[in-house]
Structure formats: structure tokens, C-alpha cells
């Protein structure tokens, strides 16, 4: 078992044995479960699960535990449920018969009654957020992060133009697949997505690929327009005075953009957004009220776009240029951090006007202007 990160985390308050026993004398089936279940003539699974399971990592170590006989799998799920880390924790506290709240539901789950927002721990035995869990009695439940803002304020859009032909294509996001182990955002997940628009068709710089875009991930500004933004002063200047394109939309509109608005949950962002791809730009705006949950992205090129940093894509070489970032993009790329004061996380908070300060998405240093720049919201 993995004992170097377990060694750290301490057993989530109240206490287990205070949680685990009166679960046990109330619920049916686990006492069943309790009388038929030992780990030896001497040690009871009691002890076990109160004396252990605590101290042990909940992603490395449980697996390993689960799998050594059917009584320590239970005392894994029972150690789970009490703390749920994800929303196969909160099934297996639904499936035991043990208490928990939902704190709300959605109506388009189609009147699923166990379906809606959880209170969760990171890793079972950290910080709270609020988490909505999706499909939780099916055997693959998943976990989402509702945004309060909705699809307005959580979009991202690219347009034809360029090598692109067809029609352009918007996607607004009302929620976000997330993990909650690794507290990563996969941007092509559509679940909880609607887009209109497409499909768009864009053509590799020498004509010998093209892809199609459907759906344009969450947190991506891509279009393959031209370099001209980037190139011409007179669009920079555009681009970076908030004065003279007014407060909405914050950054020039005939190019890729992309809204990423977080305010109301627990989270902010904890990654960098970089600019790659062929002959790219870009733009980011920030609210200085929220600096780490509101921001506004433009960005493009011949075939270029502004993502979240782990966000690449392989493509083509050609003599001896790399033309990666190109194509497709998409995945469990965009990191997020649990708010530490929770105290700051208002939902009612949505009405005060932003403040936005706008920036250039530099190039890497070391880099050409064909490919890859960054920007850190930290």
C-alpha cells in the first residue's frame, strides 16, 4: 500500500467510532453485515475500520484494502460513505441505508430522486465542496460542478473564417465534469452543454487535413482567421482598451473567445492558459473582484487557439516546423483549487458589475510566434 501521502491525513471529525456504531445498530443490513464479518478470532472489523481505514490514503490505499477479502471491501464502502470523497461514496451511503443530505436537484434529470448536490470531502478527509452528482444508482455515477451563472457566462466559440468554413459554432456550459480526487476539469465533456451553431471545418495550413468542431471545449478561444490581430496595432489597441469596446463584451467578439465564470461555487482556477498552434494570439481579461473565477479569452491565429496549458494536441511536422496544437483539444486538462475561505463564496455576489483589466498572452520564452505563449492567473 501507498503509506507516503497517507501518513499526513488525519481522520475526518467526529470521530469514526462516534459515526460508526449507531450506523451499524440502525441499519439492518450493515449489522448483519457487522455480526457476520471478522478480521480474526481477536481483532474485530470495528477496530479495524476505526483504528486503520482512517489513517490510510483513500485513492492508493483503498483499492489495495478492498481488494484483500469481501469483509474489508465493506469496511472500505461503510469508511466511504461516512465521508464521501465522490459520488460513488454517496451510493454506497444510499445503498446502506445511511443518512445524507442532498442539498438541491436538477429538474432535466428527468425526476431522478437521488440525483443532485452533494457535500463532499477532498479525498475523504478534507475540505468540503459542494459537488453535483450525476446518475448516482447507475454503476459509473459521475460527478459535475453546477455553475450559478449558467451558460451565459460560460461559453466558448470559434468562427469560421480563414481556413474555417461552415458555420460557427458556440457551446455555453451550465455545469463541468469534474474530479473530484484530482479537482481537474475534462472541457469536452457536452452532458451539461448546449451548442448551437456548426459544424465548422477547418483546413490544415497545406491542404492535406482538415478536422470538423461540433463543439468547442469549455475554456478555449480558437479560430483560424489570420494573424492580423496580433500583427496589427490598431487591433491591439482593440483588443487591450476595455474603454472603447465597453465593459460587455469585454474583448473584441470577431475572433475565438471564451467566458470562464466560476463565482457562486467553491472553486477558482489554479492553471496557466497558453496561446499555440500556428501564427497564434491572444487576449485575457480579468475581473478584479473574482481574479481567479471570472475571466474572458480571445484568441486565434492561422489554426491557432488559447487553452489550458495541458491542453495539446499533436498534429504535423513539416519541413522541420512543428505545427502541433492544431487539431482537436479537449480533456482533463483544466485545474481548479477548493476557495481555502469559504466565507468570500456568495451566490448573490453575480450582480456586481466586474471590474476588467485586459491582457497579453506573451510567447514563451525560447518560443517563435508560430507557436506557444502563456498566461498564469496565480
Not at 60 to 84: E, G, Y
Not at 111 to 139: A, K, P, W
Not at 252 to 264: E, H, K, V
Amino acid at each position: 500500500m501507498t503509506r507516503s501521502s497517507a501518513k499526513q491525513l488525519k481522520p475526518h471529525k467526529p470521530t469514526f467510532e462516534a459515526k460508526l456504531v449507531p450506523i451499524l445498530r440502525k441499519s439492518p443490513t450493515l449489522a448483519a453485515a457487522y455480526e457476520a464479518t471478522s478480521f480474526n478470532e481477536q481483532i474485530g472489523p470495528y477496530v479495524a475500520a476505526s483504528g486503520i481505514l482512517p489513517f490510510l490514503d483513500r485513492c492508493d490505499d483503498f483499492p489495495v484494502v478492498a481488494q484483500t477479502c469481501k469483509n474489508w471491501l465493506l469496511l472500505t464502502q461503510i469508511v466511504r460513505a461516512l465521508s464521501p470523497a465522490c459520488a460513488s461514496d454517496v451510493r454506497h451511503a444510499i445503498d446502506f441505508g445511511m443518512p445524507i443530505e442532498k442539498k438541491a436537484t436538477d429538474e432535466r434529470d428527468g425526476g431522478n430522486l437521488h440525483d443532485g448536490e452533494y457535500e463532499l470531502f477532498y479525498r475523504g478527509v478534507g475540505q468540503s465542496m459542494t459537488i453535483y452528482c450525476h446518475n448516482v444508482l447507475s454503476t459509473k455515477p459521475t460527478e459535475f460542478l453546477t455553475l450559478p451563472s449558467g451558460g451565459e457566462m460560460n461559453y466558448s466559440h470559434a468562427p469560421v473564417g480563414g481556413s474555417c468554413g461552415g458555420n460557427n459554432v458556440l457551446t455555453r456550459f451550465s455545469k463541468l465534469r469534474i474530479n473530484p480526487w484530482m479537482l481537474k476539469v475534462k472541457t469536452d465533456d457536452y452532458t451539461f452543454a448546449k451548442t448551437t451553431g456548426g459544424p465548422l471545418t477547418q483546413t490544415y495550413w497545406n491542404g492535406a487535413r482538415n478536422i470538423t468542431l461540433i463543439n468547442v471545449p469549455y475554456a478555449t478561444a480558437r479560430d483560424s482567421r489570420g494573424s492580423c490581430y496580433h500583427s496589427s496595432r490598431d487591433s491591439e489597441e482593440v483588443l487591450d482598451n476595455l474603454d472603447i469596446v465597453g465593459l460587455w463584451p469585454h474583448l473584441q467578439r470577431n475572433c475565438g473567445d471564451a467566458m470562464i465564470d466560476l463565482r457562486g461555487t467553491d472553486f477558482e482556477i489554479n492553471d496557466s492558459f497558453r496561446r499555440m498552434g500556428c501564427a497564434s494570439w491572444g487576449r485575457l481579461a480579468i475581473n478584479q473582484r473574482h481574479p481567479k473565477q471570472h475571466l474572458h479569452i480571445a484568441g486565434g491565429g492561422f489554426a491557432g487557439r488559447v487553452a489550458p496549458q495541458r491542453d495539446r494536441t499533436r498534429d504535423e511536422a513539416s519541413n522541420g516546423i512543428n505545427y502541433d496544437d492544431e487539431g482537436n483539444n479537449g480533456g482533463w486538462c483544466l485545474a481548479l483549487k477548493i476557495i481555502p475561505d469559504k466565507k468570500n463564496v456568495k451566490k448573490d455576489d453575480l450582480d456586481f458589475p466586474p471590474l476588467w483589466t485586459a491582457s497579453v498572452v506573451p510567447p514563451i520564452e525560447g518560443n517563435d510566434d508560430i507557436t506557444r505563449g502563456t498566461f498564469t492567473t496565480s
